[in-house]
């Protein structure tokens, strides 16, 4: 086996066994985020996590997130439209753009 191969081969190893964890120091399970992805955005609690997806509930789809730093840190948006009360809505990891942990009440009315 050559040298690229190998080195290949446990590249993909390495990343296999860093996507298997269940929680990271950032994503942990219970806590609500305000996600970007890169077509939208999204707020919900974290009920689980794998090598291909985040998993949400309480979840919504925010629009139009209106000033960023206030959406941010009060939850205040323009237009939110919330996923049906206890569905799970999963969301693709490789479309994260990013994501920040909040303490807002998340947002379940529609505006």
């Not at 996600?35 to 999204?42: E, F, G, M, S, Y």
């Not at 609690?45 to 998993?55: F, Q």
């Not at 049906?84 to 490789?94: K, L, S, Y």
């Amino acid at each position: 086996m050559s040298t690229k191969q190998t080195t290949k081969q446990a590249t993909k190893q390495a990343t296999k066994q860093a996507m298997k964890q269940t929680q990271t120091p950032f994503w942990v399970v219970g806590q609500s985020y305000f996600v970007r992805t890169v077509t939208h955005h999204l707020t919900g609690r974290l009920v689980g996590i794998d090598e291909h997806e985040i998993l949400l509930t309480d979840a919504a789809w925010i629009g139009d997130d209106g000033r960023f730093a206030q959406a941010v840190a009060e939850g205040t948006f323009m237009e939110v439209e919330p996923y049906p009360d206890g569905r799970i809505v999963a969301v693709g990891r490789a479309s994260l753009i990013d994501a920040v942990e909040v303490t807002f009440p998340l947002p379940r009315t529609q505006s």
